[in-house]
Nanobody
Framework: QVQLVESGGGLVQAGGSLRLSCVASGRTLYEMGWVRQAPGKERESVAQINWTGGTIRYADSVRGRFTISRDNVKNTVYLQMNSLKPEDTAVYYC???????????????WGQGTQVTVSS
């Protein structure tokens, strides 16, 4: 079992930056990622990182603007979001799974979510 707690969301103007953090407790060293859900839109898996940090994937919509990283000593995964756009507005969820491939489909563990709002 793993528990995930996100922080760092908020309101920012277009072009601005935010950094989300997710602290994991319980069993750690899971494959981890970030999923976002906007009203009226499909859920999107935006970034994933394996437990060593050696494998990273991004959705096309965020590649070049978002950076995922992790600190296994602190049991924390980060999502640095730069050049934010209004279409990035969503609830961002930290997710974890023992299988990297499952991060893209139905992760086993979810945080409570943090709201990111980008104004134009």
């Amino acid at each position: 079992q793993v528990q995930l707690v996100e922080s760092g969301g908020g309101l920012v103007q277009a072009g601005g930056s935010l950094r989300l953090s997710c602290v994991a407790s319980g069993r750690t060293l899971y494959e981890m990622g970030w999923v976002r859900q906007a009203p009226g839109k499909e859920r999107e898996s935006v970034a994933q990182i394996n437990w060593t940090g050696g494998t990273i994937r991004y959705a096309d919509s965020v590649r070049g603007r978002f950076t995922i990283s992790r600190d296994n000593v602190k049991n924390t995964v980060y999502l640095q979001m730069n050049s934010l756009k209004p279409e990035d507005t969503a609830v961002y969820y930290c997710v974890a799974d023992s299988r990297f491939s499952d991060l893209f489909t139905e992760p086993d563990y979810w945080g409570q979510g943090t709201q990111v709002t980008v104004s134009s």
